[in-house]
């Protein structure tokens, strides 16, 4: 069984930083695209950044210039660094990771059970 376990999250101030990680574990054979989605209440939930497994970035034009998404291949975790937080950054954060299930030997869709981020003075 393939877990995503996301670690970061909490309470800042406008303008300070937050970081955001989320490994894949249990039953992974490879790690393909991975990502961060993003949910404040009473809104859906929208991709804030992503990279692919050849470390090509996405970024939605809110966070562009503030957050920085990375990732590390070998411990299959993917890294969320946001800078200059704003309240509307406010919401819980999700990672998302297409797996490839070694005891399935199918790819599938996984997801991160959230983590709160809150900006607020």
């Known amino acids: 069984q393939v877990q995503l376990m996301e670690s970061g999250g909490g309470l800042v101030e406008p303008g300070d930083s937050l970081s955001l990680s989320c490994v894949g574990a249990?039953?992974?054979?490879?790690?393909?695209?991975m990502g961060w989605y993003r949910q404040a209440p009473g809104t859906q939930r929208e991709m804030v950044a992503s990279?692919?497994?050849?470390?090509?970035?996405y970024y939605i034009d809110d966070v562009k210039g503030r957050f920085t998404v990375s990732r590390d291949n070998a411990k299959n975790m993917i890294y969320l660094q946001m800078n200059s937080l704003k309240p509307e950054d406010t919401a819980v954060y999700y990672c998302?990771?297409?797996?490839?299930?070694?005891?399935?030997?199918?790819?599938?869709?996984?997801w991160g059970q959230g983590t709160q981020v809150a900006v607020s003075s």
């Open positions: 998302y990771a297409r797996v490839l299930d070694n005891l399935k030997f199918i790819w599938d869709d996984y």
């Open positions: 249990g039953s992974v054979a490879k790690v393909g695209d």
């Open positions: 990279i692919s497994l050849a470390g090509i970035t």
